[in-house]
């Protein structure tokens, strides 16, 4: 059975956002303004890919 393009859109989102999580809590410094804007990072880069993989036209 196949997803929904919503279904795999909040899939590949939940997993590209946990995977950015576990890579910049290894590569940046424990301090606040270095997790915040390694958050904001993570979410623009992540939205637009995971809309990308979910919409695009097969």
Do not use: C, H, K
Request: proline letters at 5%; glycine letters at 6%.
């Amino acid at each position: 059975m196949r997803l929904s393009n919503r279904s795999t859109f909040v899939v590949l989102e939940s997993a590209l956002i946990i995977g950015g999580f576990t890579v910049a809590a290894q590569v940046s410094p424990p301090d606040a303004a270095s997790q915040i804007r390694g958050t904001l990072l993570i979410l623009v880069l992540t939205l637009p890919l995971s809309y990308w993989f979910a919409y695009r036209r097969t």
